[in-house]
C-alpha cells in the first residue's frame, strides 16, 4: 500500500508541475475578476500544505521558507503580499523535489500514528501519517482544479 501512495504522489505532482510549465510570471501573477488567488499562491499553498501534513505531523523538519506561511497560508492572498514571492523557477523545483523527499522519509511508516490528530476544515480527523499522505491528493486535486480555471482565464486577460 505504501508504494501505491507514494506512486499516486508522483503522479499528483507530475500533473500539477505540467499544468503550469511554460507559464511567463507575469501571467503567473494574474487573479482574475471573481478570484481570491493567482496561480502563484496556488502552487505555493500546495507545497506549504503538503510540507505540514507530511513532515510537521510526522514530527520531522520541513524544508519550509520562513514566508510562506505569510505569502501561501490558508486566508492569505497575492493582494496582501508585503514580499517578493519565489519565481515560478523556485516553486517547480521545491514542487518536484518534494515527493521524493516525502517517500524518503516516510517510508514504512504510514501506519503510524500523527504526532498529534489533526482536524481539516471539513472536519475530517488524520489520524496516521498514511491518512494524512493520502489527504493531501484530494487537497492537490482542489487546487489543481483551480489552476485550471485560473489558466483559462488568465488566458482571456490578454
Known amino acids: 500500500m505504501d508504494q501505491l501512495l507514494f506512486k ?22 494574474i487573479i482574475p475578476e471573481g478570484f481570491n488567488n493567482n496561480l502563484r499562491w496556488n ?6 500544505v503538503q510540507e505540514k501534513l507530511a513532515f510537521q505531523l510526522a ?5 519550509l521558507p520562513e ?5 501561501f497560508g490558508k486566508g492569505s492572498k ?3 503580499w508585503n514580499e517578493e514571492p519565489p519565481t515560478l523557477e523556485v516553486l517547480l523545483k521545491m514542487l518536484a523535489e518534494q515527493p521524493g523527499r516525502i517517500q524518503e522519509s516516510l517510508q ?3 501506519g503510524e500514528p500523527v504526532t ?18 493520502n489527504y493531501t491528493f484530494y487537497h ?3 487546487h489543481f482544479n483551480t489552476i485550471t480555471l485560473l489558466k483559462r482565464f488568465a488566458d482571456k486577460s490578454f
Request: a negative charge; aromatic letters at 6%.
Open 8 to 29: 499516486q504522489l508522483e503522479f499528483v505532482r507530475l500533473l500539477t508541475i505540467k499544468a503550469v510549465e511554460g507559464i511567463s510570471e507575469q501571467t503567473l501573477d
Open 43 to 48: 502552487l505555493g499553498h500546495i507545497y506549504l
Open 59 to 63: 514530527d520531522l523538519p520541513m524544508q
Open 67 to 71: 514566508s510562506f506561511g505569510r505569502l
Open 78 to 80: 497575492p493582494a496582501e
Open 108 to 110: 514504512n511508516r504510514l
Open 116 to 133: 498529534e490528530p489533526f482536524t481539516i476544515s471539513s472536519g475530517l480527523t488524520l489520524n496516521t501519517l498514511g491518512e494524512s499522505l
Open 140 to 142: 492537490e486535486g482542489l
